[in-house]
């Protein structure tokens, strides 16, 4: 795969190599490295970052680099990366800030793989957002709404994303997401489950029958099956129509406040009104 630099006509093998280019020559560079995914402009970037499932609220221990440097739990002036101690903290937070090996962030404590990939981290509204949304049927914390939503929709509580779709399609919300309504007299939604096997490979690669996408692995075509990528979409946002399979994808689309439907403190206090609803429609 190629990543082309959108300011010259050189291309590149990988992002990082990309990412040297363009700070080199002072280029546009508007690329998730994290993703491995390069974006028309910094608007693309920053939706993407809002409305992935991979920025918002994924394990902080996830997105540090394969170098582990951090200072310890004990708050030792310790560098793992480098395999050095500090007289005390100060010198290790010097050395942090300063040390062209690594791209900390003293609001999270943690290293990431590039200066870009930084950036890309403190650009995010929600990479140092509180915790403050709890899930209606446990007790995990969230940084959004959209991340309980897509927390529920994996089915951590015996609940899949076709249940959550039904259940969203009841509440009547106005303006109206829903691009199909369930009819009063509707029964559960019909599910296609679909599992590959062994047959599956084609001599290089696991493919997907659906798509043709190849797999290295059949466990990854697996996941790729049972996941929302060949589901209908369900959900339009009411101000620029795009359509969305699930509806934590929906939420996480308004939160980005890309289209500028509603703005994230509006998002989180509607999510409040409708969530004892949605928990009691999924209850039943």
């Known amino acids: 795969m190629a990543f082309n630099c959108r300011d010259c006509p050189r291309s590149f093998n990988t992002i990082s190599a990309l ?9 546009a560079f508007h690329a998730c490295i994290d993703c491995d995914r390069v974006f028309v ?12 499932p991979a920025h918002t609220d994924s394990d902080p221990s996830s997105d540090e680099s394969d170098d582990g440097s951090d200072a310890s739990d004990d708050e030792e002036p310790y560098c793992r990366g ?10 290790l937070y010097q ?66 994303r076709h249940q959550v779709t039904a259940a969203v ?23 296609s489950t679909y599992i590959a096997t062994e047959q599956s490979f084609n001599g290089t690669s696991y493919e997907c029958f659906l798509c043709h ?5 059949l ?3 697996n996941a790729h099956l049972a996941s929302p990528a060949h589901d209908a979409d369900e959900f339009r946002c009411p101000k620029c129509n795009k359509d969305f399979t699930v509806i934590s994808a929906l939420v996480q689309h308004i939160e980005s406040e890309v289209c500028g439907l509603a703005k994230m403190q509006e998002v989180q206090g509607t999510f409040n009104d409708l969530t004892a609803n949605f928990s009691r429609l999924l209850r039943v």
């Open 19 to 27: 990412s040297s280019h363009c700070r080199a020559k002072a280029h």
């Open 41 to 52: 402009n910094s608007v693309a970037l920053a939706q993407h970052l809002a409305a992935s």
């Open 82 to 91: 480098c395999d050095r101690w500090f007289i005390d903290l100060d010198s």
């Open 95 to 160: 050395h942090l800030s300063a040390s062209l090996k690594h791209n900390w962030c003293f609001i999270c404590s943690r290293d990431f793989n590039s200066e870009t990939a930084l950036d890309q981290h403190n650009l995010s509204k929600l990479a140092h957002a509180d915790r403050s949304f709890r899930c209606p049927f446990c007790s995990k914390m969230f940084k959004a709404p959209s991340a309980i939503a897509h927390h529920i929709e994996s089915g951590c509580h015996k609940i899949n």
């Open 169 to 191: 399609k009841k509440l009547k919300i106005v303006p109206d997401i829903c691009i199909t309504r369930l009819l009063p007299s509707s029964g559960p939604p019909t599910i």
């Open 213 to 217: 996408k190849g797999f290295r692995l």
């Open 219 to 221: 466990t990854s075509l």
